[in-house]
């Protein structure tokens, strides 16, 4: 059976879809025994050909902008169809790390589901979601996945993207679901086996950076402040005054992505020239090299 592990990323995000790659072949127990693909948006046209246009999103209406930090979402559906609707894949955001071996997940007996991820929350009322950042999927019983179609079905005004991110729309016999340190949110400890850096502002690589993603819909029931809101885009942009990224809280987190950071230059997966040049397109931190001059090898972070 092929085993396939998806990165899905876009230009903004690509240094931390390499690093990834790179930490997905470290920690495995078999690294041969699956690859390891890129989805980056520029492959898939139909995103870029709705640039613009207004989709469902959260109830409301949103634009739709290739230049936002996370336009690789609609990519997340692909891998089955990309795998001919057979074999089995694991899809993750570029922003997904492995501390664990991938090959546990991809060998786990699936109990019957086609698709597995964690619980998204724990909050009352939404218990059904899925965080689908991190997907293990039998592509074989996901024949009736078309990413494209679905995709379009959100600027009908059909679908809520909300909705399509979290499973909503899947049958619930379908679904299991992942223990949480398969996409750990940022949170490291000896049990992680996935560490996911989802809180966008404080992602270990982009600190300092000015902010260029869209804030999550959080005015749903305050129209004052959703209008608020759409002013201060219409005035200063669709980043203007939304502020930098933030250190991330947690020390080790940064160490952990630039020790791999630091191996990937080590091995040549990654050039000096490359991290510059994502450095000048503000897509990484302008102190990264200084960052990296600090950090220990990974071996002695884990002493």
């Given at each position: 059976?092929?085993?396939?592990?998806?990165?899905?990323?876009?230009?903004?995000?690509?240094?931390?879809?390499?690093?990834?790659?790179?930490?997905?072949?470290?920690?495995?127990?078999?690294?041969?025994?699956?690859?390891?693909?890129?989805?980056?948006?520029r492959d898939h046209p139909w995103l870029?050909?709705?640039?613009?246009?207004?989709?469902?999103?959260?109830?409301?209406?949103?634009?739709?902008?290739?230049?936002?930090?996370?336009?690789?979402?609609?990519?997340?559906?692909?891998?089955?169809?990309?795998?001919?609707?057979?074999?089995?894949?694991?899809?993750?955001?570029?922003?997904?790390?492995?501390?664990?071996?991938?090959?546990?997940?991809?060998d786990r007996d699936m109990g019957g589901?086609?698709?597995?991820?964690?619980?998204?929350?724990?909050?009352?009322?939404?218990?059904?979601?899925?965080?689908?950042?991190?997907?293990?999927?039998?592509?074989?019983?996901?024949?009736?996945?078309?990413?494209?179609?679905?995709?379009?079905?959100?600027?009908?005004?059909?679908?809520?993207?909300?909705?399509?991110?979290?499973?909503?729309?899947?049958?619930?016999?379908?679904?299991?679901?992942?223990?949480?340190?398969w996409n750990d949110f940022d949170h490291?400890?000896?049990?992680?086996?996935?560490?996911?850096?989802?809180?966008?502002?404080?992602?270990?690589?982009?600190?300092?950076?000015?902010?260029?993603?869209?804030?999550?819909?959080?005015?749903?029931?305050?129209?004052?402040?959703?209008?608020?809101?759409?002013?201060?885009?219409?005035?200063?942009?669709?980043?203007?005054?939304?502020?930098?990224?933030?250190?991330?809280?947690?020390?080790?987190?940064?160490?952990?992505?630039?020790?791999?950071?630091?191996?990937?230059?080590?091995?040549?997966?990654?050039?000096?020239?490359?991290?510059?040049?994502?450095?000048?397109?503000?897509?990484?931190?302008?102190?990264?090299?200084?960052?990296?001059?600090?950090?220990?090898?990974?071996?002695?972070?884990?002493?």
């Amino acid at each position: 059976m092929e085993k396939v592990v998806f990165i899905h990323t876009n230009e903004r995000q690509w240094l931390g879809a390499l690093v990834a790659a790179h930490s997905f072949r470290r920690n495995a127990s078999d690294p041969d025994s699956f690859d390891i693909r890129f989805i980056h948006t520029r492959d898939h046209p139909w995103l870029a050909a709705r640039e613009g246009q207004e989709f469902l999103r959260g109830g409301t209406t949103r634009v739709w902008r290739m230049d936002d930090l996370q336009s690789f979402t609609p990519l997340r559906f692909t891998p089955p169809q990309l795998m001919n609707y057979s074999g089995r894949a694991v899809v993750t955001d570029p922003d997904v790390f492995a501390a664990g071996d991938i090959c546990e997940l991809l060998d786990r007996d699936m109990g019957g589901a086609a698709v597995m991820g964690r619980h998204r929350s724990g909050k009352d009322g939404k218990a059904y979601q899925v965080a689908t950042s991190v997907m293990l999927m039998d592509c074989a019983r996901l024949s009736h996945w078309d990413a494209e179609a679905q995709f379009g079905e959100l600027f009908a005004f059909e679908k809520d993207y909300k909705e399509w991110m979290v499973l909503a729309y899947e049958d619930p016999a379908n679904i299991g679901y992942l223990e949480e340190r398969w996409n750990d949110f940022d949170h490291l400890d000896a049990d992680t086996r996935l560490l996911h850096n989802t809180k966008r502002r404080t992602q270990p690589w982009k600190t300092g950076l000015p902010v260029d993603y869209t804030p999550a819909d959080k005015f749903k029931d305050k129209p004052l402040l959703a209008s608020l809101n759409r002013l201060r885009a219409k005035m200063f942009g669709e980043y203007g005054l939304l502020g930098h990224y933030h250190p991330h809280p947690d020390p080790a987190q940064e160490q952990f992505f630039f020790g791999l950071l630091r191996e990937c230059l080590d091995s040549g997966q990654v050039s000096e020239e490359l991290v510059r040049e994502e450095i000048s397109r503000n897509h990484v931190r302008h102190d990264a090299f200084e960052v990296l001059a600090r950090t220990p090898p990974l071996e002695a972070q884990a002493a």
